[in-house]
């Protein structure tokens, strides 16, 4: 016979074993409540992220559109004065670098390749892209490469020269032909070479994108027999080891306005009131 005592005590051990066991049952099925609570959550989050991560991948393309295909954006949003300047150099001022890095690597290679006997196919082929691409005859002979005409046409035309001609000539950014043809330096066309569609300003040329409008002005201030004068100025300046930029080149530009040199003058002045504003979004 068991006495009071140690049945208390047993009683009391086993009451302390009930507990324990209680509060472990209890604590293991609150962790899993909080795990699916959680997991709720994250489901519930993959639904809006979803739509998120739709939405970003939009402005993805969007952004790559407008970085590549998209016409200029409409600019006359912003204020005039500084809200529209910036606005416009940013919208111009990669396409313009991007350019000119483009070319400064090709122009790298022609001299790299200039005292080489031993040219691979690819390297010919280049050099005959190079050719085409800057109107120079060349018969394929790597030992007659025109290499005069191909380092002054193969070079740069300085950024920020660019970028103000491309303010002067479009307001910019807010012309209609600028917003209609992507065309920002008043590039005009033959009746055999337009290409302008409805909507589109006739006698100037349309260009899919500002990417390519900003490329054809620069090939065709490189390639044009009206700006060779340029051309000859920027190779002495090459020559002379001095540096090619838009304070010593913006003067050198003759004929492309029929204002003559208060063109020049008037690029000339709204390049030094501006210079701040595209050293500040120039890449």
């Not at 500084?82 to 690597?105: C, D, E, G, H, W």
Request: with cysteine; proline share 4%; glycine share 6%.
């Amino acid at each position: 016979m068991i006495s009071t005592p140690i049945r208390r005590f047993g009683a009391a051990i086993l009451m302390l074993l009930t507990f324990s066991f209680s509060a472990g049952v209890l604590a293991s099925k609150h962790e899993p409540k909080s795990h699916t609570a959680h997991a709720v959550k994250t489901k519930s989050k993959p639904h809006s992220s979803k739509v998120s991560g739709k939405k970003q991948a939009s402005s993805k393309k969007e952004y790559s559109r407008n970085s590549e295909l998209a016409s200029l954006p409409d600019l006359r949003k912003y204020p005039s004065g500084t809200p529209r300047k910036k606005a416009f150099l940013r919208t111009v001022m990669p396409y313009i670098t991007s350019q000119n890095a483009a070319i400064t690597a090709d122009r790298n290679w022609l001299v790299s390749k200039q005292y080489e006997k031993r040219w691979s196919p690819s390297e010919r082929t280049r050099l005959k892209a190079l050719t085409q691409r800057y109107k120079i005859a060349w018969n394929g002979n790597t030992r007659h490469v025109p290499w005069n005409q191909l380092m002054e046409k193969v070079d740069i035309i300085p950024t920020n020269m660019v970028a103000t001609m491309a303010a002067a000539e479009s307001g910019w950014g807010t012309s209609k032909l600028a917003r209609s043809n992507n065309n920002l330096f008043g590039m005009k066309c033959g009746a055999r070479h337009c290409n302008s569609g409805t909507g589109k300003v006739k006698g100037y040329q349309h260009y899919t994108s500002v990417k390519e409008g900003v490329n054809a002005y620069v090939i065709n201030l490189n390639t044009h027999p009206a700006y060779k004068s340029f051309r000859k100025s920027r190779a002495q300046l090459r020559k002379a080891d001095q540096a090619v930029t838009a304070s010593n080149m913006i003067h050198k530009l003759k004929g492309y306005s029929t204002r003559g040199n208060s063109y020049n003058n008037y690029l000339f002045a709204m390049y030094q009131s501006n210079q701040r504003l595209m050293a500040g979004t120039e890449l």
